[in-house]
């Protein structure tokens, strides 16, 4: 098997280096619980707490407090009160148009059952590793777009790999991370992906159903479930948001249970519970820069 670890970290192949910083402080912060202070986090960052917090505020959109108030449970519960909106409701009233941060899903599509069926016969999956702010993300793409992200921040490379492997077993895996850079780079930024959905056709309905969601609005797996016309099928609904294979760009994150509780994710909590901070700092940033416009 081909080697899966990722490459050593270079400016080339890992970005900025504040992209890099901001990285790490969000693992430092997520680790380090609401007692974390600005102080302690930007003496392990290695540089002053103005400096940090000023690097820190213009990448992310708010404050590191700020950010650390979004990754509680309490926030999740305040999100599924304040922003839960049904997926009818944001197709209605267009939410799931330009307010989502990443604005990527005008360009998509699913293969055939047929080509489900085939386990990746046929396929050429390219593959790279790549920074994001959740630790270092595995792409993998056809020549048609981007058909996997895996994280693998808390269970390692060696997993992460394996996983989106075991979803399509047949295909032919060939690294090369120049083919997907502009994709990626397109996808963590505010630009336009394309997507390919491989999956059963039950697992696509529901994937499709989380591409209606916006950025910082979430859902329950049982709205989904009515949504896509099976309202009983609520675990079975659950289990292809835990397949959904393109992590982040079909936000399975923000689907939460109806408590408010997290619920599950794939790549583990302490990601969901980043993403979804991140997703709501910048989001509330954003909502901020146009009423003052």
């Known amino acids: 098997m081909t080697d899966i670890a990722p490459p050593p970290a270079t400016d080339a192949q890992t970005g900025s280096y504040h992209y890099q910083l901001i990285a790490r402080a969000l693992a430092a912060i997520d680790a380090g619980g609401p007692d974390l202070t600005l102080e302690a986090l930007a003496a392990h960052m290695g540089m002053s707490a103005a400096h940090f917090q000023r690097v820190f505020s213009q990448w992310v959109g708010v404050s590191p407090k700020r950010y650390q108030q979004y990754l509680t449970l309490d926030h999740a519960r305040r999100l599924l009160a304040a922003r839960h909106s049904t997926l009818e409701t944001s197709l209605t009233v267009g939410l ?4 989502r941060l990443h604005d990527l899903f005008l360009r998509w599509e699913a293969m055939t059952p047929g080509e489900y069926a085939q386990g990746g016969a046929g396929l050429t999956l390219r593959w790279g590793w790549f920074p994001s702010p959740f630790g270092p993300a595995l792409v993998m793409g056809t020549d048609r777009g981007i058909c996997g992200i895996g994280f693998a921040a808390e269970f390692g490379p060696d997993w992460t790999m394996e996983d989106l492997r075991r979803r399509w077993p ?3 895996y060939v690294e090369d991370a120049n083919f997907l850079r502009p994709w990626v ?13 491989i999956g059963a ?9 989380l591409l209606a969601i916006p950025a910082g609005h979430v859902t329950t797996y049982s709205d989904l479930a009515r949504h896509i016309g099976h309202p009983t099928a609520v675990r079975a609904v659950g289990t292809a948001v835990g397949r959904n294979p393109i992590s982040l760009l079909i936000p399975c994150h923000r689907a939460l249970r ?6 599950g994710y ?12 991140w997703e709501s700092a910048r989001h509330e940033a954003q909502e901020v820069f146009l009423s003052e416009s």
């Open 170 to 172: 047949k295909a032919q």
């Open 201 to 209: 056709p039950f697992q696509i309905k529901v994937w499709e159903a």
């Open 258 to 263: 109806k408590s408010g509780g997290l619920g």
């Open 185 to 197: 780079e397109a996808a963590l930024g505010a630009g336009s992906a394309p997507l390919v959905l």
């Open 96 to 99: 799931s148009g330009g307010g």
């Open 266 to 277: 794939h790549w583990g909590l302490p990601v969901k519970r980043a993403i979804l901070a």
